[in-house]
């Protein structure tokens, strides 16, 4: 699976932007997908993930009640829409493809259970 994000720029606080990860390849249904971000001089965090059909969502506090992701399976695109952007948001965004992770998402915070990466895309956030 190759995965492909984009969308990221800038945005005044209070923004809203959305991001989209196509994967390429085959089973996409198959994959949770997760969202994890990047700060300059901070470890890579996760923000989100999505169970296989979309019916499971699971969110890091941070970004609770303003980020919201979704799936197409017909498109083999995530997304992550953002809104009410904060400067703290500001990072480098990261899409990634998990075949081990359960509907549940009980472990999707975890970078070390994804096994294919995007290139990600940056967004910034002014204040």
């Known amino acids: 699976v190759q995965l492909q994000a984009s969308g990221g720029g800038l945005v005044q606080a209070g923004g809203s932007l959305r991001l989209s990860c196509a994967a390429s390849?085959?089973?996409?249904?198959?994959?949770?997908m997760g969202w994890f971000r990047q700060a300059p001089g901070k470890e890579r965090e996760f923000v989100a993930a999505i169970s296989w059909s979309g019916g499971y969502a699971y969110y890091a506090d941070a970004v609770k009640g303003r980020f919201t992701i979704s799936r197409d399976n017909a498109k083999n695109t995530v997304y992550l829409q953002m809104n009410s952007l904060k400067p703290e948001d500001t990072a480098v965004y990261y899409c990634g493809a998990s075949k081990t992770i359960g509907r549940d998402l009980g472990s999707s915070w975890s970078e070390g259970e994804y096994d294919y990466w995007g290139q990600g895309t940056l967004v910034t956030v002014s204040s």
């Open positions: 390849g085959r089973s996409f249904n198959t994959y949770v």
